[in-house]
């Protein structure tokens, strides 16, 4: 009977295993757009190791290399939304993807933007007119990959970036400012995103990274955190922290990020 119960478990264990492989091994490609938060050598890293579409690359056996190399990671650190902006714009991002290859029933498409757009626009008599303009350019990003075949596109929101350390050093005006502007791109961006629901053949995978943010600020014990007001010192060990620079997360930060889209991915 020993030998039964104990032949079941590991039945069973790898079963699960088997189950989790398999539903990580769903895709055998990444696309990434994006901006600094996703750069892993386009313009540079800007943390101090992986970005969280590393993090999320590693679950699925894949591995991600910038663009500029061949790779699959067109994210530029500084990019913006805007297509005004210049060719490092999540538009040009996503262009230059779409003229060179044909998106793949295998292929996980990542877009996550809008964070220097909204920085830009803070305390600017447009601002809400400049981020709507901002998630004006990401619809039409998911629109064309849709339309080319995409079958999985990930998009995850805006945090309340007056979070950073970057915006806090302006004071509670910044703070409160930022955060409204933040509120009203996730909103907005659910608007726009909401005309594909349904659509036939495409999976639209949303992440939640304000509600993240917040839960993290109510209890960073609860997420791995000691402190998530100031900014690692880059020569020195990082655990703990939530902010590698004024911006930037830290590795650890990231690698939370990578663990909620693997959840959102696998609930799909």
Request: aromatic share 6%; glycine share 8%.
């Given at each position: ?7 079941l478990i590991v039945a069973a264990a790898f079963t699960l295993m088997s189950s989790s492989v398999h539903s ?6 990444i696309v990434v757009f994006g901006d600094s938060l996703s750069d892993n050598g386009n313009a540079g890293r ?69 964070g220097n757009d909204l920085l830009a626009t803070v305390g600017q008599p447009q601002a809400h007119r400049i ?138």
């Amino acid at each position: 009977m020993h030998r039964l119960v104990c032949s079941l478990i590991v039945a069973a264990a790898f079963t699960l295993m088997s189950s989790s492989v398999h539903s990580l091994a769903a895709f055998d490609r990444i696309v990434v757009f994006g901006d600094s938060l996703s750069d892993n050598g386009n313009a540079g890293r800007a943390s101090n190791g992986p970005v969280w579409v590393e993090h999320l690359a590693e679950r699925f056996g894949l591995t991600l290399k910038p663009s500029r190399t061949g790779g699959s990671n067109y994210a530029v650190g500084g990019a913006r939304l805007d297509p005004r902006s210049g060719n490092t714009s999540l538009r040009a991002q996503a262009s230059a993807y779409l003229q060179a290859s044909k998106a793949r029933g295998s292929t996980l498409h990542i877009v996550y933007g809008g964070g220097n757009d909204l920085l830009a626009t803070v305390g600017q008599p447009q601002a809400h007119r400049i981020v709507d303009a901002a998630v004006a350019s990401l619809r039409s990003i998911v629109a064309d990959l849709a339309g080319e075949g995409a079958t999985d596109i990930l998009v995850p929101n805006l945090p309340a970036v007056g979070i950073t350390p970057a915006v806090r050093a302006h004071g509670r005006q910044a703070v409160e400012a930022a955060n409204t502007l933040a509120a009203h791109f996730n909103s907005a961006l659910d608007r726009a995103l909401s005309e594909f629901a349904g659509r036939a053949g495409l999976r639209l995978h949303r992440l939640d990274v304000w509600q993240m943010a917040e839960q993290v600020v109510s209890d960073p014990a609860a997420a791995g955190f000691t402190d998530i007001a100031a900014p690692c010192v880059q020569n020195r060990r990082c655990e703990g922290h939530l902010f590698w620079d004024g911006i930037h997360p830290t590795t650890q930060a990231h690698r939370r990020l990578a663990e909620a889209a693997i959840r959102v991915l696998e609930a799909q």
